[in-house]
């Protein structure tokens, strides 16, 4: 069974910076290797968004409101992908979610709670 596990989230300044983890558990390496990665986030009464995406071979995209700011990385030895996030602003405010996409196959986390304020 796969379960993906977000982790750093918090309160931080206007400007400050955090760093997400997300741990895929229950699925070999070789096999989250070639997974889709990617960061998702929700502010209340608003609907998800995509944030930034990572493929196996470590090709991004990102969201154009993070861009330049966000950066997505993977360790596939430890089965993690993260989301650095600098020059953190307000509206960057919500859950973000991991996702993971195989096989045609959404698998998510539970989410973590960031919150940025002025």
């Known amino acids: 069974q796969v379960q993906l596990v977000e982790s750093g989230g918090g309160l931080v300044q206007a400007g400050g910076s955090l760093r997400l983890s997300c741990a895929a558990n229950?699925?070999?390496?070789?096999?989250?290797?070639?997974?889709?990665m990617g960061w998702y986030r929700q502010a209340p009464g608003k609907q998800r968004e995509l944030v930034a995406t990572?493929?196996?071979?470590?090709?991004?995209n990102y969201a154009d409101s993070v861009k330049g700011r966000f950066t997505i990385s993977r360790d596939n030895a430890k089965n993690t992908v993260y989301l650095q996030m600098n020059s953190l602003k307000p509206e960057d405010t919500a859950v973000y979610y991991c996702n993971a996409n195989r096989a045609y196959i959404d698998y998510w986390g539970q989410g973590t709670q960031v919150t940025v304020f002025s």
């Open positions: 229950g699925v070999s390496g070789s096999i989250f290797s070639i997974a889709v």
């Open positions: 990572i493929t196996g071979g470590g090709s991004t």
